[in-house]
């Protein structure tokens, strides 16, 4: 016997524990997820958590905020491999769909969901262990395929009961096209040199897009008459955009067009939106995705275009958390009261019967091995703080009669019935049934 007690172990700075009842909240939203991702035919995907520094660093883009600052990265001790938590999942996605030829037969409607890591100043909102659900469709050129996935995500808001976000929606055009605006910004800045600031002076031709976000007043209008991207699209390019409002607003979608999202990572074209809310501070933005029609070829496959969205968990349920029942929280239909210990035996065959049938059952467990099985009221307080609906009394006497008593604990009736131990399978159906009324 030595009495030094250890030090205590606490998780890591932003790493979070996700602990009942909260959880249930978890386990609630992805059973919504997994029943609208099935009902738009998008499959799940599960790749690791640890992948090849090298996919993030040419997936994201060398000079993106994850990539310079955000990163766990770490060398595998036993080989010298240069190894990252993920930050993210489209380029794991993208790997995974490449490496195993998926879209070999045609495109791919593909979901996940999981937890992320980037070293990032913890705050609300913002973690370093944190949790997104995605969705990708890889291999689908058609405009029709983004506003799927705008769609899909809008009815995601619907089923959870949150409201007050609002879309916003860009288009960055190709490559080329972006090239030719670039160039034609630089060219107007260059012509209005004595009215730009030091700041657009030094990004004037390092990035010069970067401008066009300044917030001095004195560039205001020097902005509002810079060349934009809009004009430098060809017919295919705002087909395409048109072809996405459309279906918006043919489903009464409402979008906000923003010509400054231009979203974090570099891989993007073509289509980009955010989902933002207000009522969430600084972290607003609670999904965003685009089209990314040049990743997979970055990141070694054969050429193919997609596009995808990824929500941040912990910021929905910060919204839902502002609302009051959001969600369920959970309880077992029964909570069997054992008043006698030596029918133990006996009561966990009629449990066990009833959760084969589909009933949820709590049985009374003293907390301590001294504790006995405690007095019959004192078990059914235990029940009716479980939130059970009923509670099975395994009395002796009904016992010796081969039969329990089912006490209604919510109906505020208290009323009893009693019913065989032998046919539990018969009315475990009516502990359920009442489950719903
Ligand atoms: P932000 O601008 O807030 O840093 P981001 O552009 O880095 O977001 P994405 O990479 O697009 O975010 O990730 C998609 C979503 O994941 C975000 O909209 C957000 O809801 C969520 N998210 C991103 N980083 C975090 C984080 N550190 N903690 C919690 N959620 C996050
Ligand atoms: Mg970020």
Redesign the pocket.
Known sequence: MHNTKKEKISSVKGMNDILPPASAGWEWLEAKVRDLMARYAYRNIRTPIVENTALFVRGLGEVT??VEKEMYSFEDRLNGELLTLRP?STAGVVRAVTEHSLLYDGGKRLYYMGP?F?H?RPQR????Q?H?IGAEALGFPGAEVDAELILLANALWKELGLENIRLELNTLGQPAERKAHRAALIQYFEQHLESLDDDAKRRLHSNPLRILDSKNPAMQGLIEGAPRLRDYLDAESLAHFELVTAILDANGVAWQFNARLV???DYYNRTVF?FVTDDLGS?G????GGRYDYLIEEIGGKPAPAVGW???V??VFELLNLKSQAFPMPAPDAYAVLPDAHLIPAATVVLEALRRAGVQVQMHTPGSASDGMGSMKSQLRRADASGARHAIIFGADEFARGACVIKSLRDGTGAQSEQPLADAGIWAVSLILSATS
């Open positions: 905020d994850i993210e992320m980037r990032e909102g913002r973690y370093r944190f997104q979203r974090g990572l955010e972290q933005t609670i999904c965003g990824a929500m941040g912990e910021r």
